[in-house]
């Protein structure tokens, strides 16, 4: 008989974290960084009890909001180049559904975290329990089965037993590259209590290793030949591209082989923006530079990228003759995207063989003579974009311009998800190290902004962490800044204050909406709000000022670096000027009849920018 330990179900998940390992840089580390938590009845006396045994190997952290403990945990992966991860526990009902958002987060950004939500019991006797929904029609329905379409894997634990199988897969998900994302294992409250002669090796140490799969041999040669062939080459880099490491060899490939090298939101910071070749962001939200050679384009090498619409401007910004796009990727079902040559592999291995097989093939030189000069075009462009003003109300551009001339770029992370700020700061932004920006831009989920700091600060905690954010995303949550003091993490906000919602604002005028219900003033009002963002932040513990000037910025941001704890800075910004260079039409639907003129106009419009869709 092999040796067993009597555990709980609980305590048998909680030793079974804290073996799991990996190596990075070099050195051994749990690949579990720690466990987020926020306890109830569905898992104080059971998750509860296991975390407390293993605290010193395997710290719990408290959280203020689920939603937001969750949202750290999809930072810390991303910011880990998906290395190293988090779990997150909560209670049945409420504490559970809290994560929901957050694991549709690290589902549509392909992140893994394991999300650990308490269950009802398992033995049904004292339903129904506090929290608990009844569904009439079906017995085995509890709030949880909303985590399975944002899962990669979800289970459902109703006996102690079944916990074996489901974490050996719950680390096979997490670090397997091709279905990387969210794991729900549900935890029956009174399984979670139960006890079980566990086999001893499911607790021994395991050191798991990153996977790289080489191209398929067929599929490797079509994409040479097709690269050999082309004559006005584009590289549009992704997420992928980080979370394989690869920068080095996509710089090297740029290099070697001339191209010019278009990131999306997920993948800018892959190559430094200094760098010549790099044209940085493309799409709707891109520079002149980028979507010019993506509009030119015979042949798009796309690396690690989902190819969302903000990508393709809503597939309408590639308009070459006969263009062909090889999808370099370990995920098949985004390497065949629109009908791309898939080349199914890592990023690295993937470049690396092209580049060996391409040899000295390089393309035209005048490709790279126009990247010189489109790029020192476009550069003219943000200078202009982002310098500093006297104007009363300066525009998130000349915020940006403020933020990146006092922060420095060699050791900050730039983090934000929503608003108009995205978009700023994916055109005018200079990363200069990969990971240095952070842009949840799958999901774009207001609210991330400030918890997602705290979880980039635990992975990176030698980086100055700035976090930038609207007004809008502030109010929706911002918990996670006490939480962000309670451990000592220390952040730099910046509040951009413009009253509302201001991109959904301007997103409305362009669809030829009435000012409505977006920026404050225009919505529903007893008493206009006059929020004093400064002084909330001081409440939770922060150092906050306030700012009225561009000019003041700067030196407030000087002033805070000695602070030692998460500093706040918020200043008033106009909520319609947005940079006008660069930039593509973007899919959002106008109504095909309305009263109003500027609607139909819009939809005039609308029509004629849909004739250069290409359907794939
Ligand atoms: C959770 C969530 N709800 C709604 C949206 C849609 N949305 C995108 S940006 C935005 C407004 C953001 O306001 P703010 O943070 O003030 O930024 P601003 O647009 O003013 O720059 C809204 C409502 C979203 N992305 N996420
Ligand atoms: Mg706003």
Redesign the pocket.
């Known amino acids: 008989m092999s040796k067993t330990i009597r555990l709980t179900m609980a305590q048998a998940v909680a030793h079974f974290l804290k073996a799991q390992m990996t190596v990075v840089d070099g050195k051994k580390q749990p690949i579990f960084a720690g466990v987020w938590g926020i306890f109830g009845h569905g898992n104080v006396a059971g998750m509860g009890e296991a975390l407390y045994q293993v605290r010193n190997d395997l710290p719990t952290l408290r959280a203020h909001n689920e939603q937001g403990m969750a949202h750290a945990a999809v930072a810390f992966a991303k910011a880990s180049f998906r290395q190293r991860f988090m779990a997150c526990t909560t209670s049945i009902g409420p504490g559970a559904l809290n994560m929901i958002t957050a694991a549709g987060v690290a589902h549509v950004n392909r992140l893994p975290v394991l999300f650990l939500p308490g269950d009802v019991f398992a033995n049904r006797i004292p339903d129904p329990v506090l929290q608990q929904i009844e569904n009439f029609g079906d017995g085995t329905v509890s709030v949880n089965d909303a985590f399975r379409c944002v899962s990669r894997y979800f289970d459902r634990i109703t006996r102690p037993e079944q916990i074996i199988p489901a974490l050996k897969r719950t680390m096979q998900v997490l670090t397997d590259p091709v279905d990387c994302g969210p794991v729900t294992l549900s935890l029956c409250q009174d399984v979670q209590a139960e006890a079980y002669d566990y086999p001893a090796s499911l607790f021994d140490e395991k050191v798991w290793t990153h996977r790289r799969p080489r191209p398929d041999t067929d599929e490797l040669a079509s994409a040479i030949a097709t690269l050999r062939k082309a004559e006005r080459p584009l590289i549009i880099a992704g997420g992928g591209v980080l979370y394989s490491q690869a920068t080095a060899e996509l710089k090297a490939f740029a290099g070697m082989h001339g191209i010019p090298v278009a990131v999306t939101q997920a993948g800018k910071s892959a190559l430094p923006d200094d760098h010549p070749l790099c044209m940085g962001s493309i799409g709707v939200t891109g520079t002149s530079a980028a979507n010019a050679f993506a509009e030119e384009a015979d042949v798009i090498l796309a690396v690690g990228t989902r190819m969302q619409d903000f990508t393709t401007g809503s597939w309408a910004l590639f308009k070459g003759e006969g263009v062909k796009m090889i999808g370099l990727n370990t995920v098949a079902f985004d390497a065949a995207k629109h009908d791309s040559q898939p080349l199914v592999a890592d990023a690295r291995e993937g470049l690396t063989l092209l580049s060996e097989a391409l040899g000295g093939w390089k393309a035209s030189a005048s490709v790279e003579a126009a990247a010189k000069s489109r790029k020192q075009e476009w550069m003219a462009a943000v200078k202009k974009a982002t310098a500093a003003t006297n104007a009363d109300l300066p525009s998130d551009a000349q915020v940006i311009g403020a933020v990146q001339r006092s922060i420095g770029g060699d050791n900050s992370v730039l983090v934000c998800a929503a608003?108009?700020l995205p978009g700023e700061l994916h055109k005018l932004w200079q990363a200069h190290r990969p990971g240095g920006y952070h842009m949840e831009y799958g999901f774009s989920c207001m609210g991330y902004e400030i918890a997602g700091g705290l979880g980039v600060k635990l992975a990176r905690p030698e980086a100055d962490v700035v976090v930038m954010v609207?007004?809008?995303s502030y109010m929706m949550m911002n918990s996670e800044l006490s939480t962000s003091i309670m451990l000592g993490q220390k952040l730099t906000i910046v509040v951009?204050?413009?009253?509302?919602?201001?991109c959904i604002n301007r997103l409305q005028m362009a669809t030829g909406g009435a000012n409505f219900n977006n920026l404050l003033k225009d919505s529903m009002i007893e008493m206009m709000p006059d929020i004093d963002f400064r002084a909330h932040a001081e409440s939770m513990g922060a150092v906050a000022v306030k700012v009225s000037s561009i000019a003041d910025l700067e030196t407030a941001i000087q002033q805070i670096k000695g602070n030692d704890r998460t500093s706040v800075i918020v200043i008033d910004t106009d909520?319609l000027v947005t940079t006008q260079e660069g930039g593509h039409w973007w899919d959002v639907a106008v109504p095909e009849v309305s009263p109003r003129p500027e609607v139909n106009k819009a939809r005039s419009a609308y029509e004629k920018a849909r004739a250069a869709q290409t359907v794939g």
């Open positions: 608003g108009g609207g007004d809008g951009l204050d413009n009253r509302g919602y201001g909520p």
